[in-house]
């Protein structure tokens, strides 16, 4: 069964502080991973998909990193728009088509 | 493009009473997905489609859920009958049926059961 765990639960920083959110995952065949973002009363956006260790992507203030057992999503001078909670999925070869999310990391950026 | 509609976007009902979630998805994909979204459980998945076909309903908690696609452009999520813990945000996605092809995401319809 395709596990996603996704740390911190929570994270608060300051405008500007860089930081990492990471998302280990376990799964039967890795086909894709995949990063959203959820306002609050919002369905999850797409940010990126990874397909392969060593792969990176990026957008605005954004870059997601991919390694065999986890990904990284690192913000870089953050702003207050960037509050969100960033959720984590895998797509599995053993699995449904469907993704496997994890629970979220709640991020809040204070000015 | 509109993206992935659902309605209503609240319902409230009694415990007991039949309920009925309604999706369109984006047009020209060809699988949907139902997801349930709760603080202690997150994301699940209940159920997806392949042109119109329903592939795996192992998320499916009960027989009181059952879901239809009657065609590409339409599909229901139905509990009956509702009980309290059924209450959270149900989530329809749609995607084309490509290796790595992201799932859209409607804004979810906010269930409570009282």
């Known amino acids: 069964e395709d596990q996603v765990t996704q740390s911190p639960e929570a994270l608060r920083l300051q405008e500007g502080e860089s930081s990492s959110l990471n998302c280990s995952y376990t799964?039967?065949?890795?086909?894709?991973l995949f990063w959203y973002r959820q306002d609050p009363g919002k369905g999850p956006e797409f940010l990126f998909t990874?397909?392969?260790a060593g792969e990176e992507k990026e957008k605005e203030r954004l870059k997601a990193t991919l390694t065999k057992k986890e990904s990284f999503l690192h913000i870089t001078a953050p702003k207050p728009e960037d509050s969100a909670t960033y959720l984590c999925?895998?797509?599995?070869?053993?699995?449904?088509?469907?993704?496997?999310f994890g629970k979220g990391t709640h991020l809040i950026i204070q000015p | 493009d509109a993206g992935v509609i659902q309605s209503p976007r609240h319902e409230v009902t009694e415990m007991g009473q039949e309920v009925t979630l309604r999706c369109k998805p984006i047009?020209?994909?060809?699988?949907l997905f139902w997801y349930r979204q709760t603080m202690m459980r997150g994301l699940e998945l209940l159920i997806y489609?392949?042109?119109?076909?329903?592939?795996?309903d192992s998320g499916m908690p009960e027989d009181r859920f059952s879901a239809k696609m009657p065609n590409a452009s339409f599909s229901t999520l139905k509990i009956q009958p509702s009980e309290p813990r059924d209450s959270a945000v149900y989530f329809c996605?749609?995607?084309?049926?490509?290796?790595?092809?992201?799932?859209?995401f409607g804004n979810g319809t906010r269930l409570t059961v009282t």
């Open positions: 047009s020209g994909h060809n699988s």
């Open positions: 996605a749609s995607s084309l049926v490509l290796l790595g092809s992201p799932l859209h």
């Open positions: 489609f392949n042109n119109n076909v329903p592939i795996d």
């Open positions: 990874l397909y392969s």
């Open positions: 799964v039967s065949g890795l086909r894709g």
């Open positions: 999925a895998v797509n599995s070869g053993g699995g449904a088509d469907g993704l496997t």
